[in-house]
């Protein structure tokens, strides 16, 4: 890329690279790092004729909202597991999208568009969450979260 002057980088984050869940932590920091190596890639590489760009998909039914949680837990941390239970309900019953094939479109935007954009959050939810987020100072998104999820 650097010797032809030209490419694009496409990264898949996550909606967890921008705002967080409990019980969620390493999950998170994985997408805030990439969230973070992609934009400050951006000021290397763009000079270089380089584009980046983050897709970032909220919830859909693939197999990481099933058995991948099964990471996460309070087991044997009682004080914990009240608010994991009631988390773990909370995501049984989070209506996640069958439309995986959103992603691809929206990566293929991303891939096609011409411009500098640097993220495309993907799905109703990922763009509904991202902008109560932004919409939000911390200690209230924190209190939205914390009633949601018994936290």
Do not use: C
């Not at 941390?77 to 209506?95: E, G, H, M, R």
């Not at 919409?135 to 924190?142: E, L």
């Amino acid at each position: 890329m650097r010797n032809q002057k030209s490419g694009i980088i496409i990264n898949v984050s996550s909606v967890g690279g921008r705002l967080t869940f409990p019980f969620s932590s390493l999950y998170h920091a994985t997408k805030f790092a990439v969230e973070g190596l992609t934009e400050s890639m951006q000021y290397e590489l763009n000079p270089l004729g380089i584009s980046l760009k983050i897709v970032e998909p909220g919830g859909y039914k693939t197999e990481f909202s099933g058995r991948s949680m099964d990471l996460f837990g309070g087991d044997g941390l009682d004080d914990y597991q009240p608010a994991f239970n009631k988390f773990i309900t909370l995501l049984d019953n989070w209506p996640m999208s069958e439309n995986i094939g959103e992603v691809a479109d929206v990566i293929y935007e991303a891939a096609t568009d011409g411009t500098e954009k640097l993220r495309y959050p993907v799905g109703h939810d990922a763009v509904q969450l991202i902008e109560t987020r932004k919409q939000m100072d911390d200690a209230d998104f924190k209190k939205m979260m914390s009633a949601q999820t018994g936290m």
